[in-house]
């Protein structure tokens, strides 16, 4: 913050500093309704738009791709059924054994050669029977249960092949599903009932090698015991064979077991996954208040982190405060007078034309100092609306005090002073830069009350702006001739004319500075300061615009306006 003058307090408190800032950001509209606009939208595709596209576009929650829960009480059964199993072969193996040491004498087999193989037969169609029943317990799926009813030792059994042609049609049945049915209650019936035919099958190869058993145990019984004389001796290789047997039965339904029951723990931390990520799912009306709340806190914070990094003129104590420059007045919007309506004069003026608002009045109190006789006075800002509103009341103020008033607008980018007064701006002052004509035949006539005019000598319509050489140079030749006629001259440029050195050329180097309020920036109101000021001219002070900028014509409006007339003061000036 630049340092003040000795007349005004050197430090802003910062309370004060701070709600000048947001004043000002209230003060742009456009930009936080832009900025929440364009926030709003892509806070909405962000929070809204993607999610949805994600999840069209996302592979099958875990749930579904699972299916239902692995059912862990099957493995558990076989898992009893192993255990129970181990424990009849040892307690067979060892009766057995104890039987061997209770018989005193051995019994030789004299079974005959032909039983012998019958018996050896049936032996290994009992160990197949146990192989195929013990893949059964533990994968219980339909390829064990077809294995189980096609083997060779079923083949004689009529109910076996019923049975495996109903679990084929079931099978049929439920591959028409597809690997999408996981869920679908008929596919679990069928599921169900394919189940129960594999047990039926099951129960059926038990009974077969139970009475495989059976027969072995008769050829056994058939055979004569006769005693030798070598000592105790029995065969426990069935037993031992089916004690490992049902001992590796047991270890593979432990391993089913603990493989169903990982699968179980991950099928529910997949659910408790899913649950959570549905709960985050906000409603779209949630949604929307997010982001339009997002939009609104984004465009606000926005508009008044700029406001902080390049603050602008908030009021006049801030402005004097800042630039150590007394603030003339502040123009502020009132309602017209219903007392003007009355005359024709006043109705056809400009709407911003109202000479007898404070803010005027004030700022020509300023500028007319007590006893001068001449008053030149060159305005200058940022907006050149408001310069041409400002310097035409002025104006209309000076005519209506007696004097003879030119007001030269040299600002041909947006002819300020035309588009007040609603006149025609070419030919205007760049054609007497670019020397094309001489000031008689520039020179216009506004009304500026019911008897009251004042010449005017519009900019022309130009592209770019004029050369601030060119201009000062042009002022120093022809200022001290304008002073001669007329009694107050008021100067209408931009800020960088007036930093060329306009207000340094003319007699008198009065300017004023106009900004407006929340939209020119202080540290620019005080480069123009010092610039006016190190090009020779004297800054009287600064006028506010406190209202919203004026609504002028466009230059291409202008254009089709009327041409201006030649004056008897600028004859007397050109002859």
């Not at 009480?73 to 076989?78: D, I, K, R, S």
């Not at 001449?374 to 005519?399: C, E, H, K, P, Y």
């Not at 309020?517 to 600064?542: C, E, F, K, N, Y």
Request: with cysteine; glycine share 6%; aromatic share 4%.
């Amino acid at each position: 913050m630049p340092q003040m003058t000795g007349e005004f307090p050197r430090a802003i408190p910062r309370p004060v500093w701070l709600t000048a800032r947001a004043r000002n950001t209230v003060h742009r509209p456009a930009f936080i309704a832009a900025v929440s606009f364009g926030t709003f939208v892509a806070a909405l595709v962000a929070l809204v738009v993607v999610p949805q596209q994600a999840r069209r576009g996302a592979p099958p929650s875990p749930a579904r791709a699972i299916g239902t829960r692995p059912d862990t009480m099957v493995f558990v059964a076989a898992l009893a059924q192993a255990r129970a199993r181990l424990i009849a072969a040892d307690s067979s193996l060892a009766y057995a054994r104890s039987n061997v040491a209770a018989t005193a004498t051995p019994a030789a087999d004299t079974l005959n050669p032909r039983p012998r193989l019958r018996r050896d037969s049936l032996s290994n169609d009992v160990n197949d029977l146990d192989a195929l029943l013990a893949r059964v317990e533990i994968a219980p799926v339909a390829g064990s249960y077809r294995a189980l009813g096609e083997a060779k030792q079923m083949a004689t059994s009529a109910r076996a092949r019923q049975l495996l042609d109903s679990l084929a049609e079931v099978e049929r049945e439920r591959e028409g599903f597809g690997t999408t049915g996981g869920a679908d209650p008929v596919y679990v019936a069928l599921t169900s009932r394919a189940t129960e035919i594999g047990r039926a099958i099951q129960t059926l190869g038990q009974a077969r090698r139970d009475s495989l058993r059976l027969e072995i145990a008769k050829l056994n019984a058939s055979a004569a015991p006769q005693a030798t004389a070598q000592g105790p001796v029995v065969d426990t290789t069935a037993w031992i064979a089916e004690r490992d047997s049902a001992q590796a039965h047991l270890r593979e339904a432990a391993t089913a077991v603990s493989q169903a029951r990982e699968k179980a723990r991950d099928y529910d931390r997949a659910i408790a996954s899913a649950a959570q990520a549905a709960s985050f799912n906000a409603p779209p009306i949630a949604l929307l208040g997010a982001a339009l709340v997002l939009g609104i806190v984004l465009g606000f914070g926005s508009a008044f982190y700029g406001e902080m990094r390049h603050p602008r003129v908030s009021d006049e104590h801030e402005a004097e405060r800042v630039t150590g420059a007394r603030v003339l007045a502040t123009i502020r919007p009132r309602p017209r007078n219903p007392d003007r309506q009355r005359r024709s004069t006043d109705r056809d003026a400009p709407p911003y034309f109202d000479p007898g608002a404070d803010g005027y009045q004030l700022t020509y109190l300023h500028v007319a100092r007590a006893g001068a006789s001449r008053l030149v006075l060159t305005i200058a800002g940022d907006d050149m609306g408001v310069v041409g509103v400002i310097a035409t009341n002025v104006a209309a103020i000076a005519a209506d005090e007696a004097r003879s008033v030119i007001i030269i607008d040299a600002d041909a980018r947006t002819a300020p002073v035309a588009a007040a007064l609603r006149i025609r701006a070419e030919p205007g002052f760049t054609d007497v830069v670019n020397q094309n004509v001489d000031w008689a035949e520039l020179t216009t006539q506004a009304m500026v009350g019911r008897d009251r005019v004042i010449d005017v000598i519009p900019s022309g319509l130009s592209s770019e702006a004029l050369d601030g050489a060119r201009v000062t140079a042009l002022f120093r030749r022809e200022a001290t001739r304008l002073s001669r006629h007329y009694e107050a001259i008021i100067v209408v440029s931009s800020i960088e004319q007036a930093v060329a050195g306009i207000p340094g050329a003319l007699p008198i180097p009065d300017t004023i500075l106009c900004a407006r309020v929340g939209h020119t920036r202080l540290a620019d109101l005080q480069a123009a300061l010092d610039g006016i000021r190190a090009a020779g001219g004297s800054p009287l002070g600064i006028v506010l615009w406190d209202a919203l900028p004026p609504a002028l014509p466009t230059p291409e409006r202008l254009a089709t306006s009327p041409r201006p007339l030649r004056t008897a003061e600028m004859k007397a000036i050109t002859s």
